[in-house]
């Protein structure tokens, strides 16, 4: 993809140019290029293995790429994009002893917000947001997945960052809940926080704004999903046959 006008690094939500990782000899990312515009919702596309969660955890300032470089809002320092973001882990990360709300307490803490009036409202606004201010005092364990995967979202949104990585925040949800997630994800979108939502499931897909589709480690194709449906030719394309055109084409590059 090369740099637009206009696509400075700063402007951009990620920026991220020839990031490449490997867990020993398993090569997770192979020279990934990406572009994520401020205020949308952005889906990273891929089946298992296809690189998602190492490019999360380098989104969210948890690993650092071993070649390439990568700005988040701006900032390159793995460091401070860890304070300015959200992230939500694929597997709940939460303490199992531990309330709803002594969890999503203990995430604000570790975000900084020290004034306890502040944080307290905080935490009431993020467990309400998910809908479980009415469970807040269960303990964690006693919670269902869904639930759990909603505590993981508070937790995350809990200081408010403009930018949000969730990895396959989704997964194990039953529909009703899938949808009220995506109603969640849009009315943050609204508000203009960025998105960045990694799944294999294609329902997902068609909810985001842009969509890049990942596969070993690179990014073969990137669009809206209208225009990654209609790149195939095929007007009744589906974003299943798109993903399959571009893994048949072996083309990596922007449809836009
Ligand atoms: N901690 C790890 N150690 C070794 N290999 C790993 C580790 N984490 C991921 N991998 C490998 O890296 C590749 C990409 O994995 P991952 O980023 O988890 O993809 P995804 O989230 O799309 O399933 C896969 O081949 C996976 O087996
Ligand atoms: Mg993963």
Known sequence: MPMMPGENPQHLAVWADNVSFAYGDVKALQGLKLQVPRGISFGLLGPNGAGKTTLIRILAGLLRPQNGSIQVLGESSARKVAQLIGYMPQVPALYAELSALENVDFFARLYGLSNRRQRAQRVEEALRFVDLWERRNAPTLKLSGGMK????????????PPLLVLDEPTVGLDPELRVTFWDH?????????????????????????????????????????QELREATGNLEASLEDAFLYFVRQGVSGDVA
């Open 149 to 160: 995967q909603r505590v993981s979202l508070a937790c995350a949104i809990v200081h408010q």
């Open 185 to 225: 994800f849009h009315s943050m979108t609204r508000e203009g926080i960025t998105l960045i939502i990694s799944s294999h499931t294609m329902d997902d897909a068609a909810h985001c704004d842009r969509l890049a589709f990942l596969r070993s480690g690179r990014v073969i194709a990137e669009g809206s999903p």
